[in-house]
């Protein structure tokens, strides 16, 4: 049994078109793969704790020093608590709009509590950076105003999609499939057939799975 986590990075809602299409995705899949269990994680209702002067501080505590106090523990536990919840998944789904040519704040603070030593990934003198998330999948679900896709001449001003790929890979995650819903700023009739079209993609990628 597979467990697909989606984290859904847009306050949009209803009218979001990466949860739209994530959605889309997450249907399919259940469909092809109704053995499979799902579990939504929403970035703008979950509670965060500070990644603050204080936060590292009881890392340093807890991991290095080994003087923590219960406070400092109790501090770390809860950024852990939120990492392992993620590293539980076997399969990603994540639902990014680019904000300022990047990821919504929100989902960079998800990824700056989740990107734990020890948790997801780990470093040693004798080899180096390793990824501890080795053999999982991410499938991206991206939305813009304009459009970054392969061959367009904005294309090297993305760094949404880079970003995302990177950070997976650093934890050892294979970027599965990537769709794009752009460009949305657009004509209402165009509009309908890019969301249309990437709506299709999306459910293809899910049962191909
Ligand atoms: C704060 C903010 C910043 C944005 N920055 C960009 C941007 O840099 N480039 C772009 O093409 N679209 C940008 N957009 C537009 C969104 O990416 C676009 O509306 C997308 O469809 C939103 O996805 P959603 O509907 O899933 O929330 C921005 C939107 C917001 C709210």
Do not use: C
């Amino acid at each position: 049994m597979t467990h697909v986590l989606h984290i859904g990075a847009s306050p949009g809602g209803a009218d979001s078109r990466s949860l739209a299409l994530a959605d889309a995705f997450l249907d399919a899949w259940r469909e092809a793969h109704p053995e499979d269990t799902q579990e939504t994680v929403d970035v703008w209702n979950l509670e965060l704790p500070e990644f603050d002067a204080s936060m590292i501080a009881a890392k340093f505590a807890v991991l290095r020093a080994q003087n923590a106090t219960a406070g400092q523990r109790a501090q770390w536990e809860r950024a852990v608590r939120v990492s392992q919840q993620f590293n539980r998944a076997d399969v990603y789904v994540f639902s990014v709009p680019m904000w300022n040519y990047g990821l919504p704040y929100r989902l960079k603070h998800y990824i700056d509590i989740v990107t734990l030593p020890g948790q997801n990934w780990r470093w040693s003198r004798d080899e180096g950076y390793q990824p501890l998330l080795g053999g999982k999948r991410a499938f991206l679900m991206y939305s813009s105003a304009g459009d970054f896709s392969e061959g367009a001449v904005t294309q090297y001003e993305d760094f949404q999609k880079p970003y995302m790929r990177q950070w997976l890979r650093f934890l050892g995650i294979e970027t599965a499939g990537e769709i794009a819903l752009a460009p949305t700023l657009t004509d209402p009739e165009n509009l309908a057939r890019v969301k249309e079209d990437a709506i299709g993609r999306a459910r293809r990628l899910a049962v191909q799975g």
